[in-house]
């Protein structure tokens, strides 16, 4: 991450889980963000505070038409495995599928990469 990316993190706390009103707060601070620069950024939170959730409800209302794509990150993940996956068909064919991240960049959408912090710091350098 660069410097700019760290600055950039936007923390949505428990209170976004508990309370529509602070739900709003936190899709508002992102919906700013998304209106303001089309950069990267991290939402840091604990599990189940509504990280999500805030950011699909400021997307609704920045990007309406935004097709969204999630990829689950864990602990053995590669560096390969971040832009395409083998797929055997039942003949025992593989083919090399696209990840979230390449079909969201070709297609111009949002990607979320849910459960970053279970990556090596290697396969995101």
Request: some cysteine; charged content about 25%.
């Amino acid at each position: 991450l660069t410097q700019r990316d760290v600055e950039a993190f936007a923390d949505v706390t428990d209170e976004a889980h508990k309370a529509d009103a602070s739900m709003s707060d936190g899709a508002a601070i992102i919906e700013t963000r998304l209106r303001n620069d089309a950069g990267h950024f991290a939402l840091v939170g604990p599990r189940g505070c509504g990280k999500t959730l805030a950011l699909l409800k400021a997307l609704r209302q920045v990007r309406p038409n935004a097709t969204v794509r999630t990829m689950t990150c864990y602990k053995d993940m590669t560096t390969r495995d971040l832009f395409q996956r083998r797929v055997i068909d039942d003949k025992g064919d593989s083919t090399w599928l696209m990840s979230p991240i390449v079909t969201a960049a070709a297609e111009g959408g949002v990607v979320v990469l849910d459960g970053i912090h279970r990556c090596a710091p290697s396969v995101l350098a």
